[in-house]
T-cell receptor, first 113, second 113 residues
């Protein structure tokens, strides 16, 4: 158990809908990262937050957004969903300052039908 | 920009045999390198990391990896495979503490009895 929690574990929704994925980092970790894992794209970095502020952006679509709250949990919002958004979404956390490794949650499997 | 190439998307080994997973990286600055393992329906677990200290790095579950700058490689080995080693393994690179991870395509390991 990495100490990173993600909810829900599975999500099935229809095209055009909007969903919210939630992540709670390890106790004390200030950085949260979101990654998408799909068969065709592999593991791709989406976005990073550090202590409530956006730190870096990767291949994140404009239909996707994220935020980190004062209690350091983070949410990833996916809207106008398309079939191609079906994937595993992972959250990872790290202490931030001077830390290199990231600890991953169990993931949320999103299926868009 | 950094990138990672994992040679062989699938590797099959016999129980008790050597496990060798290949990873080559590209980075414009000194890299920090990681190996993660993903068991079925689970998140990624950190196996080991290289952060510019010793070039031979020992990790969990009997795995180790050697950083070779001249070959831009960070291959993962385990002297004797066990059935529980069947999983997918990912090599990743980062360019600084707190930065995103860039992953290779992964290598799925099958262990034959």
């Amino acid at each position: 158990d990495s100490g990173v929690t993600q909810t829900p574990k599975h999500l099935i929704t229809a095209t055009g809908q909007r969903v919210t994925l939630r992540c709670s980092p390890r106790s004390g970790d200030l950085s949260v990262y979101w990654y998408q894992q799909s068969l065709d794209q592999g593991l791709q970095f989406l976005i990073q937050y550090y202590n409530g502020e956006e730190r870096a952006k990767g291949n994140i679509l404009e239909r996707f957004s994220a935020q980190q709250f004062p209690d350091l949990h983070s949410e990833l919002n996916l809207s106008s969903l398309e079939l191609g958004d079906s994937a595993l979404y992972f959250c990872a956390s790290s202490p931030g300052q001077g830390a290199y490794e990231q600890y991953f949650g169990p993931g949320t499997r999103l299926t868009v039908t | 920009a950094q990138s990672v190439t994992q040679l062989g998307s699938h590797v099959s080994v016999s129980e008790g045999a050597l496990v060798l997973l290949r990873c080559n990286y590209s980075s414009s600055v000194p890299p920090y390198l990681f190996w993660y393992v993903q068991y079925p329906n689970q998140g990624l677990q950190l196996l080991l990391k290289y952060t510019s200290a010793a070039t031979l790095v020992k990790g969990i579950n009997g795995f180790e990896a050697e950083f070779k700058k001249s070959e831009t490689s960070f291959h993962l080995t385990k002297p004797s495979a066990h059935m529980r080693d069947a999983a997918e393994y990912f090599c990743a690179v980062s360019v600084a503490a707190g930065n995103k991870l860039t992953f290779g395509g992964g290598t799925r390991v099958l262990v034959k009895p």
